[in-house]
Nanobody, 127 residues
Framework: QVQLVESGGGLVQAGGSLRLSCAAS????????MGWFRQAPGKEREFVAA????????YYADSVKGRFTISRDNAKNTVYLQMNSLKPEDTAVYYC????????????????????WGQGTQATVSS
């Protein structure tokens, strides 16, 4: 079992930055693929970024490429999402997700590719 707790959301003006963190409990964090998704009111949950167990491979949605950076610290059981040059359309609840390496069966860019989810953290970008 893995528990995920996100933090770091808040209110920021357009052009500003936020750094989200996701702390994971349980063993074998370094064997988990980690992802970030977001969901705006009235919209489907959408992929933002993902990172492999070693951190050697990263994936980004086109809408955030060049502005967001995903990283992980396996010693701290934490994955981060650095969000720069924020836009009002980035406003959403951001969710952290995890899946064990042994259970990976699909692309990291879909919600069904993950077994564990955090409760989410709200990020609001004002214009």
């Amino acid at each position: 079992q893995v528990q995920l707790v996100e933090s770091g959301g808040g209110l920021v003006q357009a052009g500003g930055s936020l750094r989200l963190s996701c702390a994971a409990s349980g063993r074998s964090f370094s064997n988990n693929r980690m992802g970030w998704f977001r969901q705006a009111p009235g919209k489907e949950r959408e992929f933002v970024a993902a990172i492999s167990w070693s951190g050697g491979t990263t994936y980004y949605a086109d809408s955030v490429k060049g502005r967001f950076t995903i990283s992980r610290d396996n010693a701290k059981n934490t994955v981060y999402l650095q969000m720069n040059s924020l836009k009002p359309e980035d406003t959403a609840v951001y969710y952290c997700a995890a899946v064990s390496r042994s259970r990976v069966t699909t692309t990291p860019m879909v919600p069904t590719g993950y077994d564990y989810w955090g409760q989410g953290t709200q990020a609001t970008v004002s214009s």
